[in-house]
């Protein structure tokens, strides 16, 4: 089955810095690959998604970008601002019209200090 | 309801007991699913439910969960002889068909077995 690892596990920066983290997975078959932030008590909240026949996708101050033949994806916070402390998890699946089982990285915990 | 509420948020039972987590899922959604997350962990798939059937319970860990949807739209999760290794936070997540990409997940409710 599929295994996604995530890092790193935890992330400290500047506000107005920008934040990176990165995934890979390990089914050549997945073609969905959604970000996901879970803040304290929460379920996770998605924040945004790329399939696998685009290589990059952005919306304000995020950004995403997948590399099929390495297998490897990432999310770009750009401008930090404290309320963007949280939880992010990067997830894959096979989107086949029948259902989307997501496979979970283990997390990472970002910081944004002041 | 606007979101994905599920009940109790809360839940501590003795080792051995049975119990019971429920889910209602946006109004309208047919995909309904259930993960389950440790601590400091990606929340991991449990089962999927297109309509009233289970479509894929590949994720349940033994024969003492199961879970129902009897009428396409509130579902319950039901975990028998409670073990302190069931202690978790359960997500339900529901999309509008299932083939839909991103999905709402509720608050979750927090099992500990004790």
């Known amino acids: 089955g599929e295994n996604v690892e995530q890092h790193p596990s935890t992330l400290s920066v500047q506000e107005g810095d920008s934040a990176v983290i990165k995934c890979t997975y390990s089914?050549?078959?997945?073609?969905?690959f959604p970000w996901y932030k879970q803040e304290l008590g929460k379920g996770p909240q998605l924040i945004i998604d790329?399939?696998?026949?685009?290589g990059e996708k952005k919306d304000q101050r995020i950004a995403v970008t997948l590399n099929k033949t390495a297998k490897h994806f990432s999310l770009h916070i750009t401008e930090t601002q404290p309320e963007d402390s949280a939880v992010y998890f990067c997830?894959?699946?096979?989107?086949?019209?029948?259902?989307?089982?997501?496979?979970f990285g283990t997390g990472t915990q970002l910081k944004v200090e002041l | 309801g606007a979101g994905v509420s599920q009940t109790p948020s809360n839940k501590v039972t003795e080792k051995g007991k049975y119990v019971e987590l429920r889910c209602d899922p946006i109004?309208?959604?047919?995909?309904l699913y259930w993960y389950r997350q440790s601590l400091g962990q990606g929340p991991e798939f449990l089962i999927y439910?297109?309509?009233?059937?289970?479509?894929?319970d590949s994720g349940l860990p033994n024969d003492r969960f199961f879970a129902v949807r009897p009428e396409g739209s509130v579902s319950t999760l039901k975990i028998q002889r409670t073990e302190r290794g069931d202690s978790a936070v359960y997500l339900c997540?529901?999309?509008?068909?299932?083939?839909?990409?991103?999905?709402?997940f509720g608050s979750g409710t927090r099992l500990t077995v004790v």
């Open positions: 997540a529901s999309s509008l068909t299932t083939g839909a990409s991103g999905y709402t």
């Open positions: 089914d050549s078959a997945s073609n969905y």
């Open positions: 790329i399939r696998s026949n685009v």
């Open positions: 997830a894959a699946s096979i989107l086949t019209g029948g259902g989307n089982k997501l496979t």
């Open positions: 109004s309208g959604h047919t995909a």
């Open positions: 439910f297109q309509g009233t059937g289970a479509a894929d």
